[in-house]
């Protein structure tokens, strides 16, 4: 299922066999919350971009429009139109980010909907069940995402119960995927190793769950807060106790220089919304850093957001004009800045790719790296 093609350093070039696709990795995964990018991408614009596998949330589809529903409308690739593997959350940020709304026990979360305020209660079975309704490539186990400044005994309860939740979520997805009106049979599961800055707490986690067999692993719980440093070093310190042969997914990070780090320390899943998040307000990546189109200096540049660049927006518009629609709050702004940075994070993930496969990756980070910080000179 996961083949190993190369290594330069602790970097992995691999790919991942799915029942919807084989991923190359390292890949970044383009987040659609609510099973839609948001912005105005649509699934066909995806594959015109290069994207591999989309990501959806599931406590906001449970909300809205339901999970049952969906499984009505033949799952989520029906749905949505994407036949590409798609990879979805299992609600548990959600107990980290809707912390004033929630109370934890040992059976699961009971939080309110941030909709309307409804109860809502989400354990492991219901995580698995929610996702199975989803029909979702990849399935995350349910744990809870600890604070990165959490008191070390707070944060030993919480991962032990999360290790719990995980054999229960492997338990209740065997169930699932052995039930004869299950759309996807072959739907994958990924544990989440937790552990906030403590090493020896994220080492221990990282032993336990590998010894679980699961079809890949994510660190979860970092870029809530801490320092890059740090979120580095408990990289460095965790990710040799999962196993080599499997995916190692690192959970909701991050910049390009983020994910140019992450690689280099054995990781090959990635996604975040700051390609999406940003691209609406303005603010455009590029190989020389981020440019802010709101910025007056580009009001007349007939230049594309990058040269040389072949997303849809560069290959047909200015900066000039993109900016013009931005201040006018035209939809269209947003869309364009949307596709260009999410082209720029998957073409950065191929250039990964090859320079792991020709044992060139340290001089590929490098440069990007220095790139980076020229920071808009053009």
Not at 14 to 38: D, L, S
């Given at each position: 299922m996961y083949k190993l093609i190369a290594r330069d350093g602790n970097a992995k070039r691999a790919e991942f066999q799915t029942v919807h696709g084989t991923i190359q990795t390292p890949v970044f995964m383009n987040v659609g919350t609510a099973a839609a990018i948001k912005g105005a991408v649509a699934t066909t614009d995806l594959k015109e971009i290069g994207t591999q596998v989309e990501l959806s949330n599931t406590y906001h589809l449970h909300v809205r429009p339901g999970d049952k529903i969906v499984k009505q409308m033949g799952g989520l690739h029906k749905f949505m139109n994407w036949d590409r593997p798609i990879l979805t959350d299992s609600g548990g940020f959600q107990v980290f980010s809707l912390a004033g709304l929630r109370k934890i026990k040992e059976e699961g979360v009971t939080f309110r909907s941030h909709i309307d305020g409804h109860k809502i209660f989400m354990g492991p079975e219901e995580s698995m069940q929610i996702q199975s309704n989803l029909a979702s490539t990849i399935a995350m186990a349910f744990d809870e995402c600890p604070s990165s400044v959490a008191e070390r005994s707070y944060v030993?309860?919480?991962v032990a119960?999360?290790?719990?939740?995980?054999?229960r979520c492997k338990t209740e997805m065997a169930r699932l995927n052995s039930l004869e009106d299950t759309i996807n049979k072959n739907q994958l599961l990924f544990g989440i190793n937790q552990g906030a800055i403590f090493d020896d707490i994220r080492i221990d986690h990282a032993k336990a769950i590998s010894e679980m067999n699961l079809d890949g692993y994510a660190v979860g719980g970092l870029a809530v807060g801490e320092s890059h440093e740090e979120m580095?070093?408990?990289?460095?310190?965790?990710?040799p106790h999962l196993p080599l042969e499997k995916p190692t997914y690192l959970m909701g990070v991050g910049t390009p220089a983020n994910i140019l780090e992450a690689v280099d320390r054995g990781v090959d899943f990635f996604d975040c919304v700051y390609p999406s998040r940003n691209g609406r307000h303005g603010h455009v990546y590029t190989n020389?850093?981020?440019?802010?189109?709101?910025?007056?200096?580009?009001?007349l540049d007939q230049r594309p957001i990058e040269?040389?660049?072949?997303?849809?927006?560069?290959?047909?518009?200015?900066?000039?004009y993109i900016r013009h629609l931005l201040k006018?709050?035209?939809?269209?702004?947003?869309?364009?800045?949307?596709?260009?940075?999410?082209?720029?994070?998957n073409t950065m993930m191929s250039e990964i790719r090859q320079a792991i496969e020709e044992g060139r990756y340290k001089e590929y980070k490098k440069q990007k790296l220095e790139g980076f910080l020229e920071n808009d000179k053009k």
């Amino acid at each position: 299922m996961y083949k190993l093609i190369a290594r330069d350093g602790n970097a992995k070039r691999a790919e991942f066999q799915t029942v919807h696709g084989t991923i190359q990795t390292p890949v970044f995964m383009n987040v659609g919350t609510a099973a839609a990018i948001k912005g105005a991408v649509a699934t066909t614009d995806l594959k015109e971009i290069g994207t591999q596998v989309e990501l959806s949330n599931t406590y906001h589809l449970h909300v809205r429009p339901g999970d049952k529903i969906v499984k009505q409308m033949g799952g989520l690739h029906k749905f949505m139109n994407w036949d590409r593997p798609i990879l979805t959350d299992s609600g548990g940020f959600q107990v980290f980010s809707l912390a004033g709304l929630r109370k934890i026990k040992e059976e699961g979360v009971t939080f309110r909907s941030h909709i309307d305020g409804h109860k809502i209660f989400m354990g492991p079975e219901e995580s698995m069940q929610i996702q199975s309704n989803l029909a979702s490539t990849i399935a995350m186990a349910f744990d809870e995402c600890p604070s990165s400044v959490a008191e070390r005994s707070y944060v030993e309860d919480s991962v032990a119960r999360t290790t719990r939740w995980l054999a229960r979520c492997k338990t209740e997805m065997a169930r699932l995927n052995s039930l004869e009106d299950t759309i996807n049979k072959n739907q994958l599961l990924f544990g989440i190793n937790q552990g906030a800055i403590f090493d020896d707490i994220r080492i221990d986690h990282a032993k336990a769950i590998s010894e679980m067999n699961l079809d890949g692993y994510a660190v979860g719980g970092l870029a809530v807060g801490e320092s890059h440093e740090e979120m580095y070093h408990i990289l460095d310190v965790t990710v040799p106790h999962l196993p080599l042969e499997k995916p190692t997914y690192l959970m909701g990070v991050g910049t390009p220089a983020n994910i140019l780090e992450a690689v280099d320390r054995g990781v090959d899943f990635f996604d975040c919304v700051y390609p999406s998040r940003n691209g609406r307000h303005g603010h455009v990546y590029t190989n020389q850093g981020k440019r802010n189109l709101f910025n007056a200096k580009y009001e007349l540049d007939q230049r594309p957001i990058e040269e040389g660049c072949q997303c849809p927006a560069c290959r047909n518009y200015s900066r000039g004009y993109i900016r013009h629609l931005l201040k006018a709050k035209e939809m269209l702004g947003m869309r364009l800045c949307v596709l260009h940075n999410l082209y720029f994070y998957n073409t950065m993930m191929s250039e990964i790719r090859q320079a792991i496969e020709e044992g060139r990756y340290k001089e590929y980070k490098k440069q990007k790296l220095e790139g980076f910080l020229e920071n808009d000179k053009k």
